[in-house]
């Protein structure tokens, strides 16, 4: 199995998408407004959504298990929050002013999430951890960040560092340097953003001691998403708490993608509490979303009652009606059948890779909480950035296009998540179609 191979399949598969793509590229760089749903030769059309499949400008029918990179927990175009979105829509799309259903979302949410005492709604995961750390660094009067080597967490300056950085360029794993990870961004953020090394918990805390009268808040995604879902090891999280409560600094944890791991993410799976907590992707039930909460004495930089706000935060879409309506549906419907429900369908599939690979013996691996799930095109033991970085740099994309040659999609990393409008039977499609994918190579 070669890229080329197969580039040259989905070619042939996809004549209307290449002549969109044509048109695109004449009024937008690139000819896309995400760099991430971008691969060469060019990115395939959507054009509807059911269940668990969507059909491209060509025909092409593909069972999604990307879920518009894991956003979609109950498939595309759940009756229910279509419905939600529909009776919301006729009364207006948004309004100068605050809506019941904000506060319905809000409730929600501080219900499943006891940490987050009060929260606010923005439009993205990148607003939601940009006000995060900034309300750390008002809460502490410190300046700098820490977040990990390998860890995404929107697209703002301070975020964007070590995401996916050249290993050779990064210094030591103990002591990892910070590298820019986009053109545009200051020195002063490299001087700011502290980057720590993903499970090893004594290098960490020395990192950690040595900057703490500078830090404002270490900010971490608890299952490492994009960095390829590679779980905390026993302890790890507990350590970092301990550490970042002894020096005041505000621990915050990006659920974005990890909190659809159980009704209330993954500091209820893994039984750790951090100072704030942000949201994103399945809480707006497909629609823009983000939010940032947590314990109320630090939120209150946000109040402003009485003219106390020392922070201010708008938006025009903040909070708009159809997107809390869609997000209030999308929770009610997970329900404790329904995280169950979840996980068995990401045991199975990580069940049948292993089993797979183990046949066929196949230099990868497959890692995953709940219903997510990465592949990974290595062979010794996974724990941090470092050791998910293939040999063969060309082996995520190969595999990438050959499943959706197969009728499959995933994300270009190799991530991927299920969702309720599967079925065992989808599940063993996707290990049966990786099966063709890795017999051709």
Request: with cysteine; glycine share 12%; charged share 20%.
């Amino acid at each position: 199995m070669s890229v080329e191979r197969e580039q040259g399949e989905y070619i042939g598969k996809t004549g209307r998408s290449r002549a969109l793509h044509e048109e695109a590229t004449a009024v937008m760089p690139g000819g896309n407004s995400r760099t991430t749903t971008f691969f060469d030769p060019y990115p395939f059309y959507i054009e509807r959504g059911q269940g668990a499949h969507v059909w491209d400008a060509d025909g092409n029918d593909r069972l999604d298990f990307n879920g518009n990179y894991t956003s979609l927990i109950l498939g595309h175009a759940p009756p229910e929050v279509i419905k939600a979105v529909q009776q919301t829509a006729e009364r207006g799309l948004s309004f100068p002013g605050p809506t019941e259903s904000e506060i319905a979302l809000a409730a929600e949410l501080t219900r499943r999430i006891p940490s987050m005492q009060t929260l606010r709604f923005t439009n993205s995961g990148t607003e939601a951890t940009m006000n995060a750390v900034r309300v750390a660094r008002a809460f502490t009067g410190r300046a700098k960040i820490a977040k990990f080597e390998g860890a995404y967490h929107g697209t703002h300056d301070w975020a964007l560092v070590s995401v996916s950085p050249p290993v050779k360029a990064s210094g030591s794993r103990t002591s990892p340097k910070p590298i820019p990870s986009s053109a545009g961004l200051p020195p002063a953020v490299m001087k700011h953003v502290v980057v720590l090394p993903w499970n090893d918990p004594d290098a960490c805390e020395k990192i950690l001691e040595k900057e703490a009268a500078n830090l404002a808040a270490v900010l971490v995604d608890p299952l490492l998403g994009i960095g390829g879902i590679l779980p905390p090891q026993p302890g790890f999280l507990e350590r970092l708490r301990e550490v970042t409560a002894r020096h005041n600094i505000v621990l915050i944890f990006d659920e974005v993608i990890s909190f659809r791991v159980a009704r209330g993410g993954a500091q209820e799976k893994f039984g750790v509490t951090p100072d704030l907590t942000t949201l994103g992707k399945i809480i707006g039930g497909g629609l823009p979303v983000g939010a940032f909460g947590g314990r109320a004495d630090i939120m209150g930089a946000y109040d402003p009652r009485k003219g106390g706000a020392r922070i201010g935060h708008g938006g025009t879409f903040n909070a708009n009606p159809p997107t809390m309506a869609a997000g209030l549906a999308t929770l009610q419907a997970l329900t404790p059948e329904a995280y169950e429900r979840l996980d068995a369908l990401g045991e199975r599939l990580r069940g049948g890779v292993t089993r797979l690979l183990e046949a066929t013996r196949k230099k990868g691996q497959v890692t995953g909480v709940g219903s997510l799930f990465c592949l990974h095109w290595v062979t010794g033991a996974l724990t941090d950035y470092r050791s998910s970085r293939p040999k063969d740099p060309d082996a995520p994309m190969r595999v990438f296009l050959g499943l959706l040659n197969e009728g499959i999609i995933l994300s270009q990393r190799g991530l991927g998540a299920c969702s309720l409008a599967m079925v065992d039977e989808d599940i063993d499609r996707f290990v049966n179609a990786l099966a063709r994918v890795l017999a051709r190579g």
